[in-house]
């Protein structure tokens, strides 16, 4: 009998309903394991960062975090963000301190139209829609480069500068990134987005190096549309669609438009990749902490069950991906639907039914 892989995961549920979701995605995580015969197991460790961290400690995670945190093979990440703390110091103290310093450059973010989730995208009725946004995740808008400058000179004459950095490199792998992807799919295609009309320095050198860089792929289809242009694409003509690669901003707003066009923010999962392997990669949903719902067990596990999906995928188990994807698909279809998205179902409940799917795709297997 061949030894048991054990992954280590860092577990960071952080702030509001991240806390509830990363539990229903542990739990998948550990059936699917309970279900390999020993090929596979996880080792859990769970840190208490996030806002209430920051109340009792000033910082918004240990300051050995990260050299902590470089020993595991994944992290598993739930939302962040909370009243108590401004959201640029939360975001930049936990969030993208992790993601900026493990060069977590590509980040994946499917948008998936579940069975029997309404969409307020007429389209979806009758037409197969897949698609997958690929965002540079370590420079473009949210470099973090910049400054306040003249408050000195009294109220109403300061200045803020804020300088969105691209480089010839940056803008080149993610990009070989996406047409290596599109590869992967049935409809070999790569959507490059930007505003270099507007915007004409740093994102003309990213159409400059799409240009070049689509000449090493002449089986993937290729076109390059405006930002503003795309969202509309995104409404009118989505089935024109297989990979988007854009900037950290364009790519942040546009994959939200996506996940709304699906059904919800709370459908939508994603990944940030060190392809290299150099640092762990880190797996979290898409939607944020929604202090609204915190805490009273009806928020939507999806997003956070479908990133579990993505993390069996970047460990080389796409079978177990795809019977987590299959599942939850299983799940929707038989009206196991939380709020955000038209049902009465609790948390725990969606989740029972995705566990209860994958136990029975297993004995039919």
Not at 209 to 228: G, I, K, M
Not at 269 to 294: C, K, Q, W, Y
Request: aromatic fraction near 8%; hydrophobic fraction near 40%.
């Amino acid at each position: 009998m061949s030894e048991t892989h054990v992954f280590k995961i860092a577990s960071i549920p952080a702030d509001g309903v991240g806390k509830e979701v990363v539990a229903a995605g542990r739990r998948v995580l550990d059936t699917v394991a309970e279900q390999s015969a020993g090929k596979f197991a996880f080792d859990w460790t769970e840190f208490p960062w996030g806002c209430e961290y920051y109340a009792e400690h000033g910082v918004m995670m240990d300051p050995n975090g990260l050299e902590t945190l470089k020993g595991f093979d994944s992290i598993y990440f739930g939302a962040v963000g909370w009243e108590n703390v401004p959201d640029h110091i939360s975001l930049w103290g936990l969030r993208l301190n992790i993601t900026q310093n493990f060069d977590q450059w590509a980040n994946i973010r499917p948008v998936k139209f579940l069975p029997g989730v309404t969409s307020p995208l007429r389209k979806a009725d009758d037409t197969e829609l897949d698609w997958i946004v690929v965002r540079e995740n370590s420079e473009g808008e949210y470099a973090g480069l910049g400054g306040r400058n003249l408050s000195g000179r009294g109220p109403g004459n300061e200045i803020a500068l804020q300088t969105a950095l691209f480089t010839e490199k940056g803008c080149e792998r993610i990009i070989r990134f996406a047409f290596d992807l599109a590869r992967t799919r049935t409809v070999k295609k790569v959507s490059s987005v930007t505003k270099s009309n507007a915007q004409q320095y740093g994102m003309v050198l990213w159409d400059e190096t799409f240009n070049r860089v689509a000449l090493d792929y002449p089986d993937v289809r290729t076109e390059s549309v405006l930002v503003d242009a795309m969202s509309a694409k995104f409404i009118l003509n989505p089935e024109d669609l297989s990979v988007v690669v854009a900037s950290n901003l364009n790519a942040d707003i546009l994959s939200d438009l996506g996940s709304a066009l699906a059904g919800s923010l709370g459908l939508a999962a994603s990944a940030n990749l060190n392809p290299e392997r150099r640092f762990p990669s880190m797996f979290e949903p898409v939607h944020g902490t929604a202090p609204d719902i915190a805490g009273k067990g009806i928020s939507n596990p999806i997003g956070a069950i479908a990133s579990a999906a993505l993390m069996l995928d970047h460990f080389g188990l796409h079978e177990e991906g795809r019977r987590v994807e299959a599942a939850i698909e299983t799940a929707t279809a038989s009206g196991n639907l939380t709020r955000d998205i038209g049902g009465t179902s609790s948390t725990d409940t969606v989740t029972e039914a995705i566990l209860e799917a994958l136990s029975k795709k297993l004995t039919a297997v």
